[in-house]
């Protein structure tokens, strides 16, 4: 399957692992052919979605605060990769002053992650359901749906989805599509916030912080896409339903993108804490020995191939390994491969979607870039080991964003892992795998540059 | 109510004048751009640290206060 290709040709997600009779969740019902399900097939197959803020302004408050405790008590956090409890955003919104705008976002800028493209493409209702009742939690008037401008499929879906559902008269906000521009921070809170706000795609320094003062000043939720689609059924299900999947600090079902060295690469429905094995079983098993994996996203970790075998898709689990579930990028690298040349790689496209706007990640990932390039090639300077150290606590932690953080951390965890790897190649230069193919796509995504401030800009 | 330095990064375009005026929490790293030590700041630092942000040509050093 190709992954983040401007337009995507989707294998009918499948879920996994079959052996818990309550899964799918998200996924049940999926079309074979990949569309999109009606808003009547949808119904049919979910039921029709409760109200959480009735009439009357002080039922509906009481209704709404009583929602936001089922959410907390289900203990649901972000499916976009800080695992943020998603009840504790959300009353951050209710208690700021003005009226809020919740924002579905679907961008998705992660290039090995396709959940979130699924969701919009497969199963625009659900996506819509929760933002209506995140709206309606945090009485807000506007859902805005963003999707990344380059895959159309998703975009003509929600079109599609939201003319479909109509003047609903029983839900109030307001819902409409946005086209977010194509790389990778564009997803990033602050970064949709001002681009939204007509500012352009690029991060902002907090505070304000969005749930303060997001679109135009107004409170902003920005919950990703899957996070509402749980949410969705949260509110016809409720608290127990959720936790009866999954591990007591994550509980439910969550996505993952399987990539790299399996059968069946795809979009897979996993109970939180599964272990890597099961998945990979649910994905027709390895198609080769694999030499570690890439957890989280391209600002995720690398586990080197030895620990696999053990480890559990959740974040409990996973933070002994220095990793985390992220956006739930799981990408098995091969043995065929070479990490050094991969990590590299990576290093210099995350580098490239830099937003260039503060020192430290214009300088701190260039030279971190040039010395994981220079050790692949065999020339790099003595101490090259503590080159890398010392750019890594000089770049991290110093940007408006998380960017220079995430890239960071995943070029320490591929030094770590592969450190024969690394030690080999700063003795001996390139590989035989060196110039293989890359397996973790590079998508060819230039920043777009930043638009005339519009009214409203945040900066 | 104890008061802290910061660095908006996006601002700041390392003129440096930061590390000269408060150089008890402000070092400049390889490139020029200030690394801060972010723990409160003690009495007599407060009004330097205050002049450093007054100082910053592009006004990106900012003393804040707790909650920030």
Not at chain 1, 428 to 454: F, I, K, V, Y
Not at chain 2, 39 to 66: I, K, M, W, Y
Request: proline fraction near 8%; include cysteine.
């Amino acid at each position: 399957m190709a992954i983040s290709q401007p337009t995507i040709t989707l294998d009918p997600p499948v879920t996994a692992p079959q052996d818990t009779p309550t899964l799918p969740r998200l996924l049940a019902g999926i079309r074979p052919d990949g569309g999109p399900l009606t808003l009547r097939e949808h119904l049919a197959l979910h039921g029709p979605l409760p109200r959480v803020r009735p009439g009357g302004r002080r039922r509906g408050r009481e209704q709404a605060g009583a929602f936001v405790e089922e959410l907390e008590l289900s203990g649901l956090v972000g499916r976009g990769g800080a695992a943020f409890p998603a009840a504790t955003k959300m009353r951050a919104v209710a208690a700021a002053r003005g009226r809020a705008i919740v924002v579905a976002n679907g961008t998705e800028g992660e290039p090995a992650s396709l959940k979130d493209r699924t969701l919009l493409q497969t199963l625009p209702q659900l996506i819509i359901d929760g933002g209506v009742i995140a709206a309606e939690a945090v009485g807000a008037d506007q859902l805005i749906i963003a999707v990344c401008e380059s895959s159309q499929e998703c975009v003509d879906a929600v079109a599609a989805a939201i003319e479909e559902r109509g003047e609903d008269a029983q839900h109030s906000p307001k819902v409409q599509l946005a086209r977010i521009p194509a790389h990778y921070s564009a997803g990033q809170e602050t970064a949709l916030v001002n681009f939204l706000s007509g500012g352009p795609s690029l991060p902002t320094f907090t505070p304000p912080r969005v749930y303060e003062q997001g679109i135009g000043k107004r409170p902003t939720l920005v919950n990703n896409v899957e996070t509402l689609a749980h949410i969705a059924l949260i509110s016809r299900h409720g608290a127990r339903w959720f936790r009866q999947l999954g591990t007591p600090s994550q509980p439910g079902s969550t996505l993952v993108t399987l990539s790299g060295a399996v059968a069946h690469p795809g979009v897979y429905e996993i109970e939180t804490g599964a272990s890597l094995t099961s998945l990979i079983e649910a994905g027709g098993g390895p198609t080769a020995r694999m030499r570690g994996a890439l957890l989280g996203g391209y600002g995720g970790s690398w586990v080197a191939g030895e620990y696999l075998r053990g480890i559990a898709l959740s974040n409990e689990h996973l933070a002994p390994h220095g990793a985390s579930l992220g956006a739930g990028v799981v990408h098995l690298l091969s043995e065929e491969a070479c990490p050094v040349a991969e990590t590299a790689r990576v290093a210099r496209w995350m580098h490239g979607q830099s937003a260039r706007q503060c020192g430290p990640c214009i300088h701190g990932l260039e030279a971190l870039a040039e010395t994981l390039e220079q050790i692949a090639a065999g020339g790099a300077p003595a101490k090259a080991g503590q080159r890398i150290s010392r750019l890594a606590s000089l770049t991290a932690r110093r940007g408006a964003c998380g960017h220079p953080d995430g890239t960071v951390r995943m070029i320490l965890s591929g030094v770590e892992a592969f450190d024969t790897e690394f030690a080999d190649h700063a003795r001996h230069g390139h590989c035989e795998q060196c110039s293989r193919t890359p397996e973790l796509p590079l998508p060819d995504r230039p920043l777009t540059m930043p638009a005339p401030r519009g009214k409203g800009a945040r900066r | 109510m104890s008061r802290r330095v910061r660095v908006n990064p996006i601002t700041c375009e390392a003129h440096g004048m930061c590390a000269e005026l408060l150089p008890e929490r402000i070092t400049l790293d390889e490139w020029g751009y200030p690394i801060v030590d972010g723990a409160p700041l003690t009495g007599s630092q407060v009004d330097h640290a205050v002049r450093a942000a007054r100082a910053c040509p592009t006004f990106a050093l900012l003393v804040n206060n707790e909650r920030d």
